[in-house]
C-alpha cells in the first residue's frame, strides 16, 4: 500500500495549500460530528481569514458560475480544516480511507441551473487532494438564501481509517 501520508501532505504541497484553522462556528452547533469511522462536517462558508469571500448569488445578474467554483473550492478546504482539527491535526488526513459524500448549497439568481458547475470547484479539489479517495456522491442544490449571504454552502462526510 502506498504511504497515504506522504501522498497527501505532497499534495497539498504541490497545490500550494496550506489548511487554515477550523472555522469556528457562527451559532449553536460543532463543526464536526464523528459517528465511529465517518466525520461529518457542518455547512462550510467560502470563509478566509475570517471574512465571507463571495456572498450574493450565481448566475444571472449575479457571480459568474467560475467565481463560485472558486467559492466551493474553498468551503472544501474549510470543510478538510474541520476534519484535520477533529483528527488532531493535518497529518490526521491521512487518515482519510473515501470521502463518501458532499453536498452543496448554491445561492442562485433566477433561472441559474448550473449549480453542479459551481459544486465542481470543491469535488475537482478534492480529487487533487485524495486521488481516487477523493472521488464522492454528491447533491448540487440550488437556494434562495443561505446564511450570511453567502454565495455557497457545503458539508462534507468521510470515512477515516483507525
Do not use: W
Not at 14 to 42: H, K, N, Q, W
Not at 53 to 80: F, M, Y
Not at 86 to 97: D, F, I, M
Not at 122 to 147: C, I, K, N, W, Y
Request: hydrophobic letters at 45%; a neutral charge; charged letters at 15%.
Amino acid at each position: 500500500m502506498a504511504d497515504k501520508r506522504k501522498s497527501v501532505t505532497a499534495r497539498l504541497a504541490e497545490l500550494g495549500v496550506a489548511l487554515p484553522p477550523c472555522p469556528a462556528p457562527l451559532g449553536a452547533y460543532v463543526p464536526t460530528v464523528r459517528d465511529g469511522g465517518l466525520i461529518y462536517t457542518s455547512g462550510m462558508l467560502p470563509m478566509a481569514d475570517g471574512v465571507l469571500t463571495l456572498t450574493g448569488p450565481v448566475g444571472p445578474g449575479g457571480h459568474p458560475a467560475e467565481r463560485g467554483a472558486e467559492a466551493a473550492r474553498l468551503c472544501a478546504l474549510n470543510a478538510l480544516a474541520a476534519i484535520a482539527a477533529e483528527l488532531g491535526g493535518v497529518e490526521g488526513l491521512e487518515r482519510v480511507a473515501r470521502v463518501i459524500q458532499v453536498t452543496g448549497h448554491v445561492l442562485s439568481a433566477p433561472g441559474f441551473a448550473d449549480q453542479p458547475q459551481v459544486l465542481n470547484g470543491a469535488s475537482d479539489f478534492l480529487f487533487q487532494v485524495f486521488g481516487e479517495r477523493g472521488r464522492h456522491t454528491r447533491m448540487a442544490l440550488g437556494a434562495a438564501a443561505l446564511p450570511r449571504g453567502a454565495s455557497v454552502e457545503l458539508a462534507v462526510v468521510v470515512r477515516v481509517e483507525p
